[in-house]
């Protein structure tokens, strides 16, 4: 059933590029209000007003001033709330979508994490095998921009039927890979995953906002996060048991056939399953900051200028590096972690798919438990802040532990790392909307995750070689730096909690909206924060 959302309340007017903008605080308490079409004289109020009334009329005024431009007498009355209501279909579209995702996931990491059984199958060198976890972030990287756009203008369900779709077609071209001479079908197939990839990516915050409570949106976006992870964590399981390391290569062409054919039936099982399930929205909007959302113009929305805001916002600017910085860390842990642990511990090539599936498996509990205490907490800068200095350590500890003989310690701390580092994705991507609201959460988690592509091809080629020119101490020893960078880039984001405030604002009253230009009335208007409700 419907119910309306008492506590939210609108915290941003029309008037910014994509139809709202946020009002500066401060204005003494209690002070003038405006009715919609008052004069200047009703600016200093009225006698024996009172202040539960005044908040009545403040909420009524601020409603009537985020209609659509032209409403007219048939618009809905400003005075009551927005109806939101939570849908049952969103746990079906979070499952769909993170099921998928999973597959994609898989899909990027099966070849690396039995890179030598590949290279001696196709025999190609390391580098072309590193390749095709690569093409993950190559392709990402230019196709973001038309990928975001598409998901801001033509919606959540094309996009993640293309994403679906496209995860689907690649894996059944690696079908017809399995020969020698073939390394070239395999990379097509590849290529085809990291394109869909792009249309998978920036969705999880989307998901969320679009269907999602605001007491549950930040648990709903590590959820979506964690089907990528567990994807990750079942590709370092996976290969090494299905694909063992043999010298018969009819048996080993029969294993890769087997992966590769299991892949493809269940990506397009998934697919049919989005075709007829995932859908563009609930009925009614689930938070009135997404009501608001909702509310404005289409035709107020421009790409260019979104794009624009987002990069003149400073603390957005420093979360894009440190995101890009920590992301590409475990991105080029994960495709080189096969190398890392053969070159101390030989033959362990199943082994190295287990430490990679504790490192996944740690990060999915971390990226939960982060997710539940952002919901009650919203405490997102010191969280974030905390999680990556953590990860820091974490990477240190690991690093001077993977030569020790005992590779169960190798085990342990890989879980430590990864508890950190993979539980710190889906952080960025709720500090991102919130310090960025209204700007749409694709376009600014497409940017974040176009960073961590960017910095992770640069640190995957980087540490590679650093590693075959000295050693993988020397290698996890340059990722260290670059996370100190992101430390000390988080320390200086400043906290914003725009969607927050939105979804808390005529509650506490902390909150206004006023246009900053009015298309129905030309007298500018003013609108203060009322004095505290009385609980009559």
């Known amino acids: 059933m419907a119910r309306p959302d008492d506590d939210e309340g609108p915290a941003v007017a029309p008037g910014h590029p994509k139809g709202y903008l946020p009002v500066p605080r401060g204005a003494p308490a209690g002070e003038a209000r405006a009715e919609p079409h008052a004069g200047p004289e009703a600016l200093n109020g009225g006698p024996g007003l009172a202040p539960g009334a005044a908040g009545a009329l403040l909420a009524e005024e601020t409603q009537a001033r985020l209609l659509p431009a032209g409403a007219g007498e048939d618009a809905p009355d400003p005075a009551r709330p927005r109806r939101t209501a939570l849908s049952p279909r969103r746990f ?75 995860n689907c077609l690649g894996a059944w071209v690696k079908c017809g890979s399995v020969q020698r001479h073939l390394f070239w079908v395999t990379m097509v197939g590849q290529t085809l995953c990291s394109v869909a990839q792009v249309f998978i990516l920036g969705l999880p915050s989307r998901i969320a906002s679009v269907w999602f409570g605001p007491k549950e949106v930040s648990t709903a976006c590590a959820t979506a996060v964690l089907g990528n992870q567990l994807g990750t964590a079942v590709g370092f399981l996976l290969p090494p048991v299905l694909v063992p390391n043999t010298q018969n290569s009819t048996d080993l062409a029969h294993n890769i056939n087997t992966m590769f054919y299991g892949t493809a039936f269940i990506s397009t099982f998934l697919f049919f399953l989005t075709v007829i399930a995932f859908k563009e929205k609930p009925p009614f909007p689930p938070s009135q900051a997404q009501a608001l959302l909702q509310d404005s113009p289409p035709a107020d929305y421009s790409y260019k200028t979104s794009i624009w805001s987002l990069f003149r916002n400073i603390p957005f600017d420093l979360l894009l590096v440190s995101y890009g910085i920590m992301t590409g860390a475990f991105y080029s842990v994960s495709t080189l972690l096969n190398q890392m642990i053969l070159e101390d511990h030989e033959g362990e090539e199943v082994n190295a798919g287990r430490i990679g599936l504790t490192l996944v ?35 240190l500890i690991f690093t001077f532990t993977l030569k020790v003989n005992y590779i169960i310690v190798v ?62 101490r020397a290698g996890n020893l340059f990722l260290c730096a670059w996370m100190f960078l992101g430390i000390i880039l988080t320390a200086l984001i400043k906290s914003d909690l725009r969607r927050h405030s939105v979804n808390m604002g005529l509650r506490s009253g902390d909150a206004k909206a006023v246009p900053d230009d009015n298309p129905i009335d030309e007298k500018p208007k003013v609108m203060m924060s009322p004095q505290p409700e009385s609980s009559l």
């Open 92 to 166: 079906v579209v979070l499952l769909i979508f993170s099921l998928y995702s999973l597959v994609n996931a898989f899909q990027w990491i099966q070849y690396s994490i039995i890179s030598n059984v590949f290279e001696g199958f196709y025999g190609v060198s390391a580098l072309h095998i590193n390749w095709l976890s690569m093409v993950y972030m190559l392709a990402y990287v230019p196709l973001i921009f038309p990928a975001t756009w598409l998901l801001d203008t033509r919606g959540l369900r094309l996009t993640a039927l293309l994403g679906s779709g496209l």
């Open 361 to 395: 498996v740690a990060g999915m509990v971390g990226s939960i438990l982060c997710g539940l205490w952002l919901d009650y907490t919203k405490t997102y800068k010191q969280t974030t802040l905390t999680v990556y200095i953590l990860s820091f350590f974490g990477m």
């Open 411 to 472: 085990f342990v701390t890989g879980g430590i790392l990864g508890f950190f580092m993979t539980g710190y994705l889906p952080l960025g991507f709720e500090f991102a909307v919130e310090i960025t609201y209204p700007e749409s959460e694709g376009t600014s988690s497409g940017l974040l995750n176009a960073f961590a592509q960017i910095f992770g091809i640069l640190f995957t080629l980087a540490q590679g070689q650093i590693m075959s020119d000295y050693d993988t």
